[in-house]
């Protein structure tokens, strides 16, 4: 069974920096891709960042130059740094990997305050 733990969400003023991680443990394998979506309420899941093998990263619009996405092979983690966080970006953030299927892990809440 395989499990995605999550931490480094919160509250913080706009501006202000946060570090979410995500540890996949369990029977897993030959990971893919990592990395996170988003959702805010009432609005569509949307993915903020991810991490191919070969370290290829894709981001959103919206969050280039500001959020870096980073992995550690070694311990199946996912980092993700967001910086100048704006009101907007405040959501559930979801982590996700995949190798030949797709695990998701439970959501941290971020919340930006302006």
């Known amino acids: 069974q395989v499990r995605l733990v999550e931490s480094g969400g919160g509250l913080v003023q706009a501006g202000g920096s946060l570090r979410l991680s995500c540890a996949a443990s369990?029977?897993?394998?030959?990971?893919?891709?990592m990395g996170w979506y988003r959702q805010a309420p009432g609005k569509q899941r949307e993915l903020v960042a991810r991490?191919?093998?070969?370290?290829?990263?894709n981001y959103a619009d919206s969050v280039k130059g500001r959020f870096t996405i980073s992995r550690d092979n070694a311990k199946n983690t996912v980092y993700l740094q967001m910086n100048s966080l704006k009101p907007e970006d405040t959501a559930r953030y979801y982590c996700?990997?995949?190798?030949?299927?797709?695990?998701w892990g439970q959501g941290t809440q971020v919340t930006v305050s302006s």
């Open positions: 996700f990997v995949t190798n030949s299927e797709w695990y």
């Open positions: 369990g029977s897993i394998f030959s990971i893919n891709t």
């Open positions: 991490i191919i093998s070969g370290d290829r990263t």
